[in-house]
C-alpha cells in the first residue's frame, strides 16, 4: 500500500501506526470557569459549547481525563523537591512492564495496551463479577462505550502492575474508572 499523501503535498509521508495522543483544554473559553481566585466570564451555553468541541468518538479515545488546577507561583518558587524523582518513576514502570510482559507471555502481546478487549472481558484472566460491577454498571447506564470499558480494563492493569499486584480488584477498577471521566462508582 502506498504511503498517505495529504492533497496538494507533493512528497510522500509516512506515519506510525502506534502513538500516544496528549491533548489539553481550557475548562471555557476564557480559561477561568471552575478556577479558584479567578472569575470566569462566560455563559453557560458557551462553557457547555467549548466542552463539546472534542466530538464524541475522539473522546472515547481518551484513556485519562484529568483535570489539573494551576500551580502557584509560591509552590513553583518553593525549594522543594518532588516526591518522586524521575529515576524512581522509571524504575516503578519498568518493572510493570516487565510483570505485565511476563503474565502476557505465551501470547502475541507483551503491555497491556495491546490486549484486545474481548481476551481481557472473556480471556482466562478476566476479572471477577463483583470487580467489573462498577464497569458493568457503567456500561450498562449508557456512561460508557464498550471502547471505554476495555480501556478502563488496560489501565486496571496497568495501575495493578504499578502497585506489584498480580490482578487488579475493585480498588484499582474503581480508579481507572475515575481516570476515566471522573466517575466514582
Given amino acids: 500500500m502506498p504511503p498517505a499523501k495529504p492533497s496538494g503535498q507533493r512528497q510522500d509521508t509516512r506515519h506510525a501506526a502506534k502513538y ?18 479567578a472569575e470566569c466570564m462566560c455563559p453557560p451555553m458557551a462553557i457547555r459549547r467549548y466542552a463539546t468541541r472534542l466530538s464524541g468518538p475522539l473522546r472515547d479515545r481518551v484513556d ?50 495491546e490486549i484486545p478487549g474481548t481476551w481481557m472481558r472473556q480471556g482466562a484472566l478476566r476479572l471477577s463479577a463483583a470487580d467489573r460491577a462498577p464497569l458493568d454498571r457503567a456500561l450498562e447506564r449508557g456512561l460508557l462505550t464498550l471502547r471505554g470499558y476495555d480501556r478502563v480494563l488496560r489501565l486496571a492493569w496497568t495501575m495493578a502492575d504499578l502497585a ?22
Avoid at 483544554?25 to 477561568?32: E, I, K, S
Avoid at 523537591?81 to 519498568?94: G, I, K, P, Q
Fill in 164 to 185: 506489584e499486584r498480580e490482578r487488579p480488584g475493585l480498588e484499582e477498577v474503581g480508579r481507572a474508572l475515575h481516570l476515566r471521566r471522573g466517575w466514582t462508582p
Fill in 20 to 37: 500516544v495522543q496528549k491533548l489539553a483544554m481550557n475548562p471555557c473559553p476564557c480559561g477561568n470557569h471552575g478556577v479558584r481566585g
Fill in 64 to 113: 485519562i481525563d484529568l483535570q489539573v488546577a494551576r500551580v502557584a507561583a509560591r509552590t513553583a518558587t518553593a525549594g522543594s523537591a518532588a516526591r518522586t524523582s524521575t529515576a524512581d518513576a522509571a524504575t516503578r514502570v519498568l518493572a510493570a512492564r516487565a510483570r505485565a510482559a511476563e503474565r502476557w507471555s505465551g501470547t502475541p502481546w507483551r503491555r497491556n495496551a
